[in-house]
């Protein structure tokens, strides 16, 4: 008897989700959700990747450059996204080097990551956008002298997409790309980034990183997602950074269905390993600040990753997926826990947390959703364990006090 209860509530539950798009035919949401949601099993003993951070790209070829404001609004964790990762261009002219400065300055001194890309070389090093091997030794130096000029960053990657072919920018050969770094890797200047293919290619990329040499001048594997699926590269032995992409550049950063697309893109990247993910244009239409410098959406979904998930944690174990609909990532820093959970679901939901190998006394929650930024309250837990409610298509971030 208890059987046949037990099946007919669970075919009732069904009935109701299929209608959820109904509001009015689900009066009380928080019973449905109590009975399909498994608890989230965090273990703080069980370490995964460290975290480098979150970022985008001001490219000043393209666009215009941020504004004292709105460098605020990008990196500041107080008053903006808390962005973690500057990505800029590498200029083909050394004329234009000075103007990369201010947005670099300004990001560093928010304790931001600065990462440079080539596009191009110099067009006497180049034939046919590719880069000379007579030329190798002249562009090593070149890229040297770009990070001299700007104060150094944290890392240079001599191509861009490499792989893809069809671009408008210089391409080479995973071998060509590996030839070049194990030749002239350390003649950079900085530590070198590569190979940063389109589509985040492992084909590509292992052929890249079977050149011994190559791999040992390079800090970490880079590589953009277009066209790809956030996947788990295995054990290359180097951090992987996903340094380029956007979802969809045909509707504005306030869109909150792409918002919400993009969450879960930087969940699944961090659940693939990854050290890192950079948007790209930070302020565009489509971008983390509008046109007119007002963070969007799509700004504060991932405020709600970088703002608390700050370079050198660590990504620890819990239940990636506890019911339909709902993602979870987990990552600690010493004593500190942070949570980020992403509901695509139409309604809310009760998630039970449990965690063990941290001590939690309660949490301050931070929620995004279509009508709210950031909204902050308290939630006192009781032991290693609490429950919180998910609000219907939303993203909250739980932050150990």
């Excluded at 930087?266 to 489509?286: K, P």
């Excluded at 930024?373 to 308290?378: C, T, V």
Aim: proline content about 3%; hydrophobic content about 40%; charged content about 10%.
């Amino acid at each position: 008897m208890m059987k046949k209860i037990v099946t007919l509530r669970v075919i009732l539950i069904a009935i109701l989700i299929s209608c959820s798009k109904e509001s009015s035919i689900i009066n009380n949401q928080s019973a449905i959700s109590d009975v399909l949601s498994l608890p989230v099993v965090i273990n703080a003993d069980t370490v995964w990747q460290t975290i480098q951070g979150f970022g985008g790209a001001s490219i000043l070829a393209w666009e215009a450059d941020l504004t004292s404001d709105q460098r605020v609004k990008a990196f500041s964790t107080s008053d903006g996204i808390g962005l973690s990762i500057l990505r800029v261009m590498v200029p083909t002219s050394s004329s234009n080097f000075a103007a990369e400065i201010p947005t670099i300055d300004a990001a560093k001194s928010y304790g931001a990551k600065v990462i440079a890309t080539a596009w191009n070389a110099p067009d006497s090093m180049m034939s046919n956008l590719t880069l000379k091997t007579s030329s190798y030794a002249s562009y090593a130096a070149y890229l040297k002298s770009y990070n001299t000029a700007v104060g150094g960053v944290y890392a240079i990657s001599p191509w861009n997409e490499p792989n893809y072919a069809s671009s408008g920018w210089m391409h080479a050969t995973a071998t060509e790309v590996a030839n070049f770094v194990a030749a002239y890797g350390s003649s950079c200047g900085a530590p070198i980034m590569a190979p940063e293919p389109f589509n985040m290619d492992q084909s590509f990329i292992n052929t890249y990183l079977s050149n011994a040499t190559a791999t040992s001048k390079t800090s970490f594997v880079c590589g953009h997602i277009y066209g790809a699926t956030p996947y788990n590269l295995g054990n290359i032995g180097k951090e992987v950074w996903m340094t380029e992409h956007f979802t969809n550049s045909s509707v504005s950063g306030n869109d909150w269905s792409n918002a919400m697309t993009a969450a879960k893109e930087i969940n699944d990247c961090m659940s693939a390993g990854w050290s890192a993910y950079v948007w790209w244009y930070i302020r565009r239409s489509y971008g983390f600040i509008d046109e007119s410098g007002n963070i969007t959406k799509l700004g504060y979904v991932t405020a709600q990753f970088a703002r608390y998930i700050r370079p050198g944690y660590s990504r620890i174990a819990c239940t990636a997926n506890p019911m339909s609909g709902v993602y979870i990532t987990a990552y600690k820093n010493d004593s500190k826990l942070v949570v980020v959970a992403i509901n695509q679901n139409a309604f809310d939901v009760d998630q039970p947390f449990n965690w063990s190998g941290i001590t939690v006394t309660g949490f301050n929650r931070y929620v995004t959703t279509n009508s709210s930024n950031l909204a902050a309250d308290n939630q006192p837990s009781s032991g290693a364990s609490i429950k919180i409610t998910l609000l219907a298509n939303s993203v909250t971030t739980l932050v150990s006090q």
